[in-house]
């Protein structure tokens, strides 16, 4: 019996060293695996921002307007080195995206507006003048004495630059108007007149040439409307004795009278004399 028990305590004993052994081989092993873990974390944490990176542009899941703005994006990323550090940085360059499109956007909307008069609204130029018959209206702005600074833009549209014949002199002149001009000192450069009984030619009236296109108010009084000279379809002729009424029965020499029966009128201009302008020849619809 007593060799029974004793078989019995040693196996017992063996079975519960054995168990003891078993137990801390499993936990040996457990130690040393564990340990290695953070050295693989630490790797993938380096890696994982390079695959953001690219994945964050991708993604279509945005509404579809933002798709656009996406895109835009993904051309802008390979310019820029994508930085291994920062995977905030894709989420910026798509919201400084938005900003930048517009500014692409908007220099053709300035450029439709400008061709239609009531929709322009360049605030340099606020002031819209009257519709001078088929030669246009133009936005515009006061400057100093009377005078007017035109939207550079109608100017370069409009007006242009003839030589008057006879005259020999560059002027400036609507477009439109660059015939009737030329035609009236046509008739200058070739007609005479009978002054004081003796025959002239017609350009030795003329003593001064005072202006065509000349951007101001009448009289270069800001209180009063444009005067015609800004659309370049006026002129100015011996200004230093023509502030007055020429009358024709009493003046039938004066040279603007001369000037207007023989070569303007015929041209199609009108003459301001009938409001004390005499030196004033003009075109009107
Ligand atoms: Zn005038």
Same mark, same amino acid.
């Given at each position: 019996?007593?060799?029974?028990?004793?078989?019995?305590?040693?196996?017992?004993?063996?079975?519960?060293?054995?168990?003891?052994?078993?137990?801390?081989?499993?936990?040996?092993?457990?130690?040393?695996?564990?340990?290695?873990? %953070? !050295?693989? +974390?630490?790797?993938?944490?380096?890696? /994982? @921002?390079?695959?953001?990176?690219?994945?964050?542009? #991708? $993604?279509?899941?945005?509404?579809?307007?933002?798709?656009?703005?996406?895109?835009?994006?993904?051309?802008?990323?390979?310019?820029?080195?994508?930085?291994?550090?920062? %995977? !905030?940085? +894709?989420?910026?360059?798509?919201?400084? /995206? @938005?900003?930048?499109?517009?500014?692409?956007?908007? #220099? $053709?909307?300035?450029?439709?507006?400008?061709?239609?008069?009531?929709?322009?609204?360049?605030?340099?130029?606020?002031?819209?003048?009257?519709?001078?018959?088929?030669?246009?209206?133009?936005?515009?702005?006061?400057?100093?004495?009377?005078?007017?600074?035109?939207?550079?833009?109608?100017?370069?549209?409009?007006?242009?630059?003839?030589?008057?014949?006879?005259?020999?002199?560059?002027?400036?002149?609507?477009?439109?108007?660059?015939?009737?001009?030329?035609?009236?000192?046509?008739?200058?450069?070739?007609?005479?007149?009978?002054?004081?009984?003796?025959?002239?030619?017609?350009?030795?009236?003329?003593?001064?040439?005072?202006?065509?296109?000349?951007?101001?108010?009448?009289?270069?009084?800001?209180?009063?409307?444009?005067?015609?000279?800004?659309?370049?379809?006026?002129?100015?002729?011996?200004?230093?004795?023509?502030?007055?009424?020429?009358?024709?029965?009493?003046?039938?020499?004066?040279?603007?009278?001369?000037?207007?029966?023989?070569?303007?009128?015929?041209?199609?201009?009108?003459?301001?004399?009938?409001?004390?302008?005499?030196?004033?020849?003009?075109?009107?619809?």
């Amino acid at each position: 019996m007593q060799h029974k028990i004793l078989k019995c305590s040693v196996i017992l004993a063996s079975l519960i060293v054995l168990t003891l052994t078993f137990i801390y081989y499993a936990d040996s092993r457990s130690v040393p695996e564990a340990t290695p873990r %953070p !050295a693989q +974390p630490i790797n993938r944490q380096v890696q /994982k @921002p390079a695959q953001p990176l690219e994945k964050a542009v #991708p $993604p279509p899941k945005s509404p579809p307007a933002n798709s656009m703005i996406v895109v835009e994006a993904k051309q802008e990323m390979p310019k820029k080195p994508v930085s291994e550090q920062s %995977p !905030a940085e +894709p989420t910026r360059l798509v919201e400084t /995206k @938005p900003s930048a499109e517009p500014k692409a956007v908007s #220099p $053709p909307i300035i450029e439709v507006s400008r061709s239609d008069p009531h929709t322009y609204a360049d605030p340099g130029y606020p002031l819209l003048s009257k519709q001078s018959g088929s030669y246009g209206q133009f936005h515009y702005r006061d400057t100093s004495g009377g005078r007017i600074e035109i939207d550079p833009a109608w100017v370069e549209e409009n007006i242009v630059t003839i030589v008057l014949p006879g005259l020999n002199q560059s002027v400036e002149v609507h477009k439109d108007a660059a015939d009737n001009f030329i035609a009236a000192f046509n008739y200058i450069k070739n007609g005479t007149a009978v002054i004081n009984g003796r025959e002239m030619p017609l350009l030795s009236l003329i003593k001064t040439m005072d202006g065509t296109f000349v951007t101001r108010h009448v009289n270069w009084n800001p209180s009063r409307g444009l005067s015609n000279h800004s659309w370049g379809i006026a002129i100015d002729i011996n200004a230093a004795d023509h502030f007055c009424y020429i009358n024709p029965a009493s003046q039938a020499d004066d040279p603007n009278l001369v000037l207007w029966e023989k070569a303007f009128k015929p041209a199609g201009f009108s003459w301001g004399n009938s409001y004390s302008d005499s030196m004033h020849f003009e075109l009107l619809d």
